[in-house]
């Protein structure tokens, strides 16, 4: 699956963003502190439901406090799932349990240097693994190809405890390396300014989607 990602740190990009990507079943929101990443997204949340878009939303928590963030989106609408860094503060347990009391998938990410390993206890618990394929925060970031490894080594790791979990790619996905990546075993594409910036968005998103659905 294709998700469109939206990093912008006010609320008028955002819904320029949105609007033009709003053809996408599911658009992914960069949610920012400034602490965890450098950037600060837009603050202005409950004005995503007077948009009156019908996509789906999902919520990429790079914070050093998930669970604040998790309340503060708890009345936005359409939101299906919200994953969060392994390398922040909070419990992720709890953070996990929070999550899915508001009827959200729940996934945790993990940056390009973390161990794939930091998942383990937890993929019981999970809907989605997230990969970053650079260090977040913003987008043209470079694409880091060391996170292949780890997204083998979790693969293999699944299959032998026989347990299904999506797992997806943040950063730098382009169709110059969504099939080298899809044969990685992944089954999400995260992809921001390879759609957002293009010419024509929705034409971006369906070539990339062809190529994904190529076997």
Same mark, same amino acid.
């Given at each position: 699956?294709?998700i469109p990602?939206?990093? *912008? ?57 998930? $669970? ?28 996990i349990n ?17 161990s ?5 206890? @937890? ?5 989605i ?5 650079? @260090?977040?925060?913003?987008?043209? =970031?470079?694409?880091?190809?060391e ?17 299904? $979990? ?9 169709k110059?390396?969504?099939?080298e990546?899809?044969?990685?075993? *992944?089954n999400?594409?995260c992809?921001?300014? =390879?759609?957002?910036? =293009?010419?024509?968005?929705k ?11 190529y076997?």
């Amino acid at each position: 699956m294709i998700i469109p990602a939206i990093l *912008v740190n006010n609320f008028s990009d955002f819904e320029e963003q949105a609007k033009k990507l709003s053809f996408a079943p599911l658009i992914q929101i960069d949610v920012m502190d400034g602490s965890f990443v450098d950037n600060i997204s837009f603050t202005e949340i409950e004005k995503i439901n007077g948009l009156n878009l019908t996509t789906g939303w999902e919520l990429h928590l790079m914070v050093q406090h998930p $669970l604040e963030e998790i309340t503060k989106w708890a009345n936005v609408k359409n939101i299906k799932r919200a994953i969060f860094h392994i390398e922040g503060e909070d419990n992720p347990l709890s953070t996990i349990n929070a999550i899915k009391q508001n009827g959200w998938e729940a996934g945790i990410a993990l940056n390009p240097d973390t161990s794939e390993r930091e998942l383990l206890p @937890y993929i019981s618990s999970l809907d989605i693994a997230l990969f970053m394929t650079v @260090y977040p925060g913003q987008q043209g =970031a470079p694409f880091v190809p060391e996170v292949q490894e780890k997204i083998v080594n979790f693969r293999k790791t699944l299959e032998s405890k026989e347990t299904e $979990l999506t797992i997806a790619v943040d950063g730098a996905v382009n169709k110059n390396n969504i099939l080298e990546i899809k044969n990685w075993g *992944v089954n999400n594409f995260c992809v921001g300014g =390879a759609i957002s910036r =293009a010419t024509d968005p929705k034409a971006a998103y369906e070539e990339l989607t062809n190529l994904t659905d190529y076997v």
